[in-house]
């Protein structure tokens, strides 16, 4: 959405937006990632996918677990199930998005936004100490055994992570919102065993730890700065979130990015608490920064889980990729 703005393609909408107060009818972290410069560009419409942690409440129960709120605790945890015998994450990484997302968890909860924010726009460095401490507590996990054997070669698309989670090898998934979706389409008895937290506090940080990585809004629909009826195009965009189109996203298992959306079921409604308890989003990195520069951080992020490069290499060999395209 940046690039089409700086382009002069997108329309500034804050206007349409403001009309009686539209905008505070939106999820108020999917009113922040349309926002650019203090204007709004776009209308958050299509679903809530944030990640979060889901879990396994039959493992839970077995070893008088609870929900953390906090790093530490959710540490506390890890050391347990290690102990038992589990392991406490499942994950498949040969997709490499899946671990990029604790990369990124880790690097908002001690950094918040702005790290993020000013390395991908060349203000800021993918060395800061942000990115550091999120190769660091990563290789910490590794080494702790907080992951199944064999992650970096298991593949999340075929559902290998899964399959550890429903037989209860693995506790914990680090996962988007559609988790209770595609549990429902495979395996719809385990829904009910499913439970949901959000990724826990880092104590010692001055960041807004209600912060999510995700997207609120998936699609968010733009007008074109050519368009010839800037305010018929806004009525359109808003017949998409009508009664009746809300209620058919809602059957196909959307969460509708509105602040009067109510949840059918608890595991929803507490992963949409998650997202109005937010203040903004870190969208997924791989969908923020240049194709490029994404696929590098991507791999990176998987050698650090390998241990294959330090945080250090990682970082360096991340940042050359963002200022050479910078530099283009």
């Not at 403001?18 to 299509?46: L, R, S, W």
């Not at 129960?61 to 392991?87: M, Q, S």
């Not at 007008?223 to 059957?251: H, M, T, V, Y």
Request: negative net charge; charged residues 25%.
């Amino acid at each position: 959405m940046i690039d089409y703005v700086e382009a002069g393609q997108c329309a500034d909408i804050t206007e349409f937006m403001n009309q009686d107060n539209y905008k505070d009818q939106f999820v108020d972290a999917g009113i922040e990632q349309c926002t650019y410069n203090d204007k709004i560009y776009a209308v958050p419409v299509e679903n809530v996918s944030v990640a979060g942690i889901f879990y396994n409440k039959d493992v839970f129960e077995n070893y008088g677990l609870e929900e953390p709120k906090t790093l530490t605790e959710l540490e506390a945890i890890c050391d347990k199930l290690v102990e038992e015998g589990v392991a406490p994450f499942a994950l498949a990484n040969a997709t490499k998005w899946t671990g990029s997302m604790y990369f990124q968890y880790f690097a908002t909860r001690k950094g918040g936004l702005e790290p993020f924010q000013n390395a991908a726009a060349g203000t800021g460095s993918f060395e800061d100490e942000a990115f550091q401490y999120a190769g660091e507590k990563i290789q910490e996990w590794v080494d702790k055994g907080y992951f199944n054997e064999g992650f970096n070669g298991m593949d999340d698309d075929s559902g290998q992570a899964r399959q550890l989670f429903y037989t209860g090898q693995a506790a914990m998934d680090l996962m988007g919102s559609w988790f209770p979706g595609t549990v429902i389409g495979e395996n719809p008895d385990f829904i009910e065993k499913v439970g949901f937290f959000p990724f826990p506090e880092v104590e010692d940080s001055d960041a807004d730890q209600t912060l999510c990585v995700g997207t609120v809004g998936d699609n968010l629909y733009s007008i074109s700065e050519n368009c010839k009826d800037k305010e018929g195009a806004f009525k359109l965009i808003q017949s998409l979130l009508d009664e009746d189109a809300q209620k058919e996203r809602k059957s196909f298992g959307k969460i509708v990015p509105l602040k009067n959306y109510e949840a059918d079921d608890e595991l929803t409604q507490e992963i949409l608490d998650t997202v109005n308890a937010a203040s903004g989003i870190q969208l997924w990195y791989d969908q923020y920064l240049p194709s490029e520069v994404a696929e590098v951080h991507k791999s990176t992020s998987q050698e650090i889980f390998g241990g294959l490069k330090t945080p250090e290499e990682a970082n360096t060999e991340l940042q050359k990729a963002m200022q050479d395209y910078l530099a283009k």
